[in-house]
């Protein structure tokens, strides 16, 4: 991981597409990989050291990196639901391979190896089997020279005189073995000084963060690799955090257990907020969550975190977050320590913002044998990442893996949205509920939408119009020149009408998350039968409240 091994040795940098978020393959993996491989080409060999490194892709891809080498890349293809491995050339010479292959005329050798793809006059010989689209291995009759995809059936390759048979990806005649006497102990020996010098300024931050800012702490723990890891350091640096745990209602069965079991083991408080059927019941209004429309992580975490720090810890918390700089380009720009607008009274902490995954790996493998401790479950049945389990930031690969018991009851929301919008068959069959506004590769799929009139609650909004002045309530709801019908007509000035269209949006749709009542420094705001309300006797009118709504950012699924 360092510029040095803890030999002394110099280390040789590896070349990786960035961003570089690498992480171990677990035995499962591997055994993906291996199996994907021989229903391509034949036999593989893997070391018991292998790593993957996420790529951009429509779904899960991931370069596979043995011996310090890229040997390839294994993808999840969506249309045809199936796993294909490509690989390199120099690994693909050593692979039993006896089928996906295409052998080159040995004229047109020097110039696939020079910068040519293979044209259909260059092909000398072809597997059977092999259709266009398909991952193949080019040889020049004895050694792999090349690796692409083709771009015919293998049939037509042989019969045809022109056009492109291979499009190459990747060329040239290195020759590499494989070297399998090293295992993760192995690894974690060579990276020791490496790890234990982040660890020390891990430490050396979280007690800075704590003598200056003097308030409660937490280890916002998701039974996640990396709040495991953010928990060690703090144990590490002689803390005993309680774990503030918030079940969302959609977690896995081994993620809650998992939570458990470390409070348990070290003796720590567990304050365990558990959301119930808020999902469930916001669904309906707002739609599927989609990765450009994540309602559910304000109703069904912010929410609550903010009405439980309200009632707990008013002067303020710190909350030890396990973010990391390489999840995404939100959590990038967040820096180690920031204050979410979502959450008043939380300040949030990563002394891990800038790790790798690897990073937490190797420090996991480290300590949690010291610790006795063991990371999810899940981890070693092929997830990359926990979170909630319908969370649209999952790939479809994902999806597959491991079904939750109540999948069915979310598959039946799912039917009914694209019965009532009107929707192409393909939304269901690649999960495009996952995005709001749809992807590149699916801009064709039809979604014609549904004209929806917005319900009107006269006591409701009647309530909480004295968010921004006392309420004179008659026939009609008036604040200072506003003016509002029963049936919901708003006369007022276009300024005030847009901020008494937006109250009456919060009064009819409130989900009950919380997020209001945090921000309200007079205890004005209350939850009445799941839904904010205000007492009328101790608002101030201040408007502080006014911010950030699930309700009014996200809105409902259908509006554009």
Same mark, same amino acid.
């Given at each position: ?26 035995? =499962?993996? *591997? ?26 892709? *429509? ?18 293809? *969506? ?57 193949? +291995? ?39 073995? +494989? ?40 280890? =916002?723990? =998701? ?59 916001? #669904? ?17 975490? #912010? ?14 918390? +710190? ?30 902490? =990563? ?34 990442? +926990? ?174």
């Amino acid at each position: 991981m360092g510029k040095r091994c803890s030999c002394g040795n110099e280390a040789r940098q590896v070349k990786i597409t960035p961003p570089g978020d690498i992480l171990p393959a677990f035995p =499962s993996d *591997i055994s993906q990989i291996k199996k994907v491989i021989k229903k391509q080409f034949g036999d593989a060999i893997l070391p018991k050291i292998v790593i993957l490194n996420p790529l951009p892709d *429509i779904d899960r891809m991931e370069e596979v990196i043995i011996n310090g080498r890229v040997a390839g890349a294994i993808r999840y293809n *969506i249309f045809k639901k199936e796993y294909t491995f490509l690989p390199r050339p120099w690994y693909a010479n050593l692979l039993n391979i006896k089928k996906g292959y295409v052998v080159a005329d040995k004229g047109a050798v020097p110039s696939i190896l020079k910068s040519s793809n293979l044209m259909a006059p260059g092909v000398k010989e072809v597997a059977d089997g092999i259709k266009k689209g398909d991952e193949v +291995i080019v040889f020049d009759g004895k050694k792999v020279i090349a690796t692409g995809r083709a771009y015919m059936d293998g049939e037509e390759m042989v019969e045809t005189r022109k056009g492109m048979a291979v499009k190459i990806r990747w060329r040239g005649m290195e020759k590499h073995k +494989i070297v399998d006497e090293k295992d993760w102990d192995d690894v974690v020996e060579a990276n020791k000084h490496f790890i234990y010098a982040k660890i020390r300024k891990a430490k050396k931050f979280i007690k800075k963060i704590l003598n200056e800012k003097k308030l409660p702490y937490v280890v =916002s723990f =998701s039974g996640g690799k990396d709040s495991l890891a953010t928990l060690f350091l703090l144990l590490d640096s002689g803390y005993k955090p309680p774990l503030f745990f918030i079940n969302t209602g959609l977690e896995f069965d081994e993620t809650i257990n998992n939570v458990h079991e470390v409070a348990k083991k070290f003796n720590l408080d567990l304050i365990e907020v558990n959301c119930g059927d808020a999902f469930w019941k916001a #669904l309906p209004f707002f739609g599927p969550p989609a990765r450009d429309f994540r309602w559910c992580c304000k109703t069904c975490k #912010l929410g609550p975190a903010t009405l439980f720090i309200k009632n707990n810890f008013p002067k303020g918390i +710190i909350s030890f977050i396990g973010q990391r700089r390489y999840e995404s380009e939100q959590r990038a720009k967040k820096g180690n320590v920031w204050i979410n607008p979502w959450v008043p009274g939380q300040i949030g902490v =990563s002394p891990i913002q800038q790790w790798t995954a690897l990073h937490v790996w190797i420090y996991l493998f480290l300590k949690s044998e010291e610790y006795n401790v063991k990371w999810n479950k899940l981890y070693e049945q092929g997830f990359h990442r +926990i979170g909630c389990w319908l969370c649209p930031a999952s790939d479809l690969a994902e999806f597959y893996l491991k079904k939750h018991k109540d999948w069915e009851r979310f598959e039946k929301e799912l039917k009914r949205y694209e019965r009532e919008h009107n929707l192409d068959k393909k939304w269901m069959e690649y999960a495009l509920w996952r995005w709001r506004k749809k992807p590149s590769w699916a801009k064709d799929f039809e979604e014609k939408g549904k004209e929806r009139k917005m319900p009107f609650d006269f006591e409701r909004v009647a309530n909480l119009m004295n968010c921004i002045g006392e309420v004179r309530l008659g026939k009609e709801i008036k604040v200072g020149d506003i003016r509002i019908t029963k049936e919901g007509e708003i006369y007022a000035g276009e300024r005030d009408k847009k901020l008494a269209d937006e109250i009456i949006k919060r009064a009819v749709f409130c989900v009950g998350c919380g997020i209001c009542v945090g921000k309200c420094k007079f205890n004005a705001i209350s939850l009445k039968k799941g839904k904010a309300w205000i007492d009328e006797k101790k608002c101030k009118h201040c408007m502080d409240c006014i911010g950030e709504c699930p309700v009014v950012v996200f809105g409902r699924r259908d509006e554009y």
